[in-house]
Structure formats: structure tokens, C-alpha cells
Nanobody, 121 residues
Framework: QVQLVESGGGFVQAGGSLRLSCAASGRYLDTMAWFRQAPGEEREFVAAVSWNDGSTDYADSVKGRFTISGDNAKNTVYLQMNSLKPEDSAVYYC????????????????WGQGTQVTVSS
């Protein structure tokens, strides 16, 4: 069984930064990703990283501001979020899957419980 535990959410002013962490336990997974969901909205892809080759992918809305990275030894993935905007406010979910990077929500097999990020204007 795989467990994903997120941490690092919080409240920040626009233009500020936060770093989210997601620790995975259990079986080895090929890809880890971050999604987010704002109230009344669909859960959307943010970023993903492949443990196999280190490749990454980002949603257009976060390119140049967010960076996903991983520590293989700790089985932990991070999301560094800079230049935050009020529209980045959402619950952020860590996700993992067997196989290559995908931006599709249904491609992911495992999910964390989510961590709230709130950005004030």
C-alpha cells in the first residue's frame, strides 16, 4: 500500500513563496505530481516529475514560478512556489502513479489528503 503525506501549506501574501512537501511510503512509483483544486472548480494538474529520468512537466499557469523536485533517497517530492498569486489559492494534492508523466487526473493511482494554500491580494 502506498501512502502520500503532504505538508507545507499555509497563508501567504501575493508575491510570496511557499514550499510544499510530499513524502511517499510503500512501493516504488515512477511519477509523482501535484494537482490543485479551488472551491467549485475541477482538480487541475500543476506539475509532475519522473523518478526514472528526472523529467518534469508543468501547467502553463505555473511555468516560471513553480518548481517541482524530488529527493529519491527520502522518497519525497517538493513544490517550490514563488511569485504566488491569489488565483493559486487551492487545496494542493500530491499524487503518484506507475508509468510516465501524465497531466491527467485519472492517470494517478494514489493521492494524499491535500494541503491548503491561501494567497491574499
Amino acid at each position: 500500500q502506498v501512502q502520500l503525506v503532504e505538508s507545507g501549506g499555509g497563508f501567504v501574501q501575493a508575491g510570496g513563496s511557499l514550499r510544499l512537501s510530499c513524502a511517499a511510503s510503500g512501493r516504488y512509483l515512477d511519477t509523482m505530481a501535484w494537482f490543485r483544486q479551488a472551491p467549485g472548480e475541477e482538480r487541475e494538474f500543476v506539475a509532475a516529475v519522473s523518478w526514472n529520468d528526472g523529467s518534469t512537466d508543468y501547467a502553463d499557469s505555473v511555468k516560471g514560478r513553480f518548481t517541482i523536485s524530488g529527493d529519491n533517497a527520502k522518497n519525497t517530492v517538493y513544490l517550490q512556489m514563488n511569485s504566488l498569486k491569489p488565483e493559486d489559492s487551492a487545496v494542493y494534492y500530491c499524487a503518484a502513479r506507475y508509468g510516465s508523466i501524465s497531466s491527467g487526473r485519472t492517470a494517478y493511482d494514489y493521492w494524499g489528503q491535500g494541503t491548503q494554500v491561501t494567497v491574499s491580494s
